[in-house]
């Protein structure tokens, strides 16, 4: 259980979500739409796969199609945008491809990460080991990627701790309502220790705990220095005998600051 948690961190200028311990599956679950045309942005072509013959990146099409490949192995360590229409990739100029190639290379944006050409909601980077960067056009789709990880991580962490021999409990969703609470403070960096969770008084409780500030970018740190000094600001409790979640906040002065909205 020692790596079982959540962290995420939001650059909101960007729409950017850097996060570890939310997988491919749960972005596929999450999002209110599959993409249904995918460029891949991996430094490495796959001769095997549909070649886009103006930017000479694999190409795949159709929501199943999509679906199929990011719940694959290959899928979890794939980089890709997505593109509206298949006549937009002949638009790109020069300097558009140079920029996806960035992308695909460097993990970040060069000048904005959604074309207008392109018309994509996402760019998809895993940068790491159970690391990803996901651009997001709309923050709507990631509240939804966040609460089935979530809901994931509970029905994890709480059934493997009772035994095989306990009746499994069945988490229900997160009120989007109490993953938004959490806007004024994704910019700190949030953990959502599952590691440190436990049940009392019929509750499961899972603190969150706000990281400290680091000269590093978040790609460089390691776990242990995440949860160096990092502080509990609130907690999610799931009643288990209701099925319902509540939002405990532990930490008033931590959300204080309302600069995101």
């Known amino acids: 259980m020692r790596d079982d948690y959540i962290y995420v961190h939001l650059e909101s200028l960007v729409n950017l979500i850097y996060s570890r311990g939310i997988t491919s599956s749960d972005f596929l679950q999450g999002v209110f739409q599959i993409p249904t045309n995918i460029l891949l942005l991996n430094n490495t072509t796959d001769d095997n796969r549909q070649i886009d013959p103006h930017t000479l990146l694999n ?26 229409q298949r006549e937009a990739l002949g638009d790109l100029t020069a300097n558009d491809i140079a920029e996806l190639l960035y992308m695909g290379h460097m993990n970040s944006h060069l000048n904005t990460p959604f074309s207008y050409k392109l018309q994509n909601d996402f760019v998809y980077l895993t940068v790491g080991d159970d690391q990803v960067k996901i651009y997001y056009r709309r923050l709507k789709n990631f509240y939804a990627v966040l609460n089935h990880s979530l809901v994931r991580h509970a029905d994890q962490s709480f059934n493997e701790r009772r035994g095989m021999f306990r009746r ?94």
Do not use: C
């Open 59 to 84: 190409e795949i099409n159709g929501a199943k199609e999509i679906g199929d490949f990011l719940s694959s192995p290959n899928g979890g360590t794939a980089k890709w945008i997505d593109f509206s």
């Open 168 to 261: 499994t409990v069945k988490f229900a969703e997160v009120p989007q309502t109490m993953v938004r609470q959490l806007i004024p403070i994704l910019g700190e960096g949030l953990i959502f220790a599952f590691d440190q969770s436990f049940e009392q008084d019929h509750q499961y409780r899972v603190p969150i705990l706000m990281v400290s500030d680091s000269n590093l970018a978040p790609t460089l740190r390691s776990r242990e220095s995440l949860y160096n000094k990092a502080q509990q600001v609130a907690v999610l409790k799931y009643h288990l005998k209701s099925g319902h979640w509540h939002f405990v906040v532990t930490d008033p002065h931590a959300f204080d600051n309302d600069s995101l909205y």
